[in-house]
């Protein structure tokens, strides 16, 4: 079963995805929530539902961060850290990330550099979320 870490800010992402490197991981960024528990985001609104019900198609032992990326007025600021990280180099929420993606072309492991996303719309599509967590 995929193991899901709840993170709040870039600091808790950057030491969460430390902490699994080596493993297949996952991240999703998302608007933050509110005391009520809802995201001043829409678009993750819509996307998070599609994203936890397609997880039973990530390997069982993949790991999924969840990334509250702050407020809006933060995410809107086209200097935070979110945006300008070149690892990550986020343009919208909800972004979802493959990190570390094993390729089996020999036995030994191989992780990519650049990370594969789907962006806003794309992560509130079945078939999409689907697709991305079942590729090798």
Request: glycine share 6%; net charge negative; with cysteine.
């Amino acid at each position: 079963m995929v193991k899901e870490i709840l993170v709040e800010g870039y600091e808790e992402y950057v030491k969460a995805a430390a902490e699994n490197k080596g493993k297949q991981v996952f991240a999703l960024f998302s608007g933050s929530k509110d005391a009520n528990g809802e995201s001043w985001c829409p678009d993750c609104l819509t996307a998070d539902p599609v994203i936890k019900d397609n997880l039973k198609y990530a390997p069982a032992d993949a790991i999924l961060i969840h990334c509250g990326v702050g407020k809006r007025e933060f995410w809107k600021d086209k200097e935070n850290v979110f945006r300008k990280d070149p690892k990550l180099l986020l343009k919208c929420v909800p972004t979802l990330l493959k990190l570390g993606t094993v390729t089996s072309t020999t036995n030994r492991h191989r992780f990519c550099q650049q990370p594969q996303r789907l962006e806003e719309a794309q992560c509130a599509d079945e078939n999409l979320v689907q697709m991305f967590f079942e590729e090798d």
